[in-house]
């Protein structure tokens, strides 16, 4: 098993950025095909935000995001990143790190660990 737990959220301003990450610990953390970010805002289904690969050369955004959010991985250092800059009210949720065994999925029910969330509130 591998355990998962978030860090870096909190209030900013839109426009403004901030930097999430995930510590893994557990099971080898390189094993993990694929590493994610969903978020789920009150009321809403959990979301696919971003996903990178184990060798980091691959890397998915969903639509909303492109272009603002950043992931990266070390696997060294067994942690996984979301920088997220020019963020918009729309953004608030609570983010959540997840990790897969296989090939890319955006499907929530695909991944096999999550972690415990963390806010993120973005004020207009």
């Known amino acids: 098993q591998v355990q998962l737990v978030e860090s870096g959220g909190g209030l900013v301003q839109a426009g403004g950025s901030l930097r999430l990450f995930c510590a893994a610990s557990g099971r080898t953390f390189g094993s993990y095909a694929i590493m994610g970010w969903f978020r789920q805002a009150p009321g809403k289904e959990r979301e696919f935000v971003a996903a990178?690969?184990?060798?980091?050369?691959?890397?998915y955004y969903a639509d909303s995001v492109k272009g603002r959010f950043t992931i990266s991985r070390d696997n060294a250092k067994n942690t996984v990143s979301l920088q997220m800059n020019s963020l918009k009210p729309e953004d608030t949720a609570v983010f959540y790190c997840a990790a897969r065994a296989y090939r890319f999925s955006a499907r929530p029910d695909d991944y096999d660990y999550w972690g415990q969330g963390t806010q993120v509130t973005v004020s207009s």
């Open positions: 990178i690969a184990r060798s980091g050369g691959s890397t």
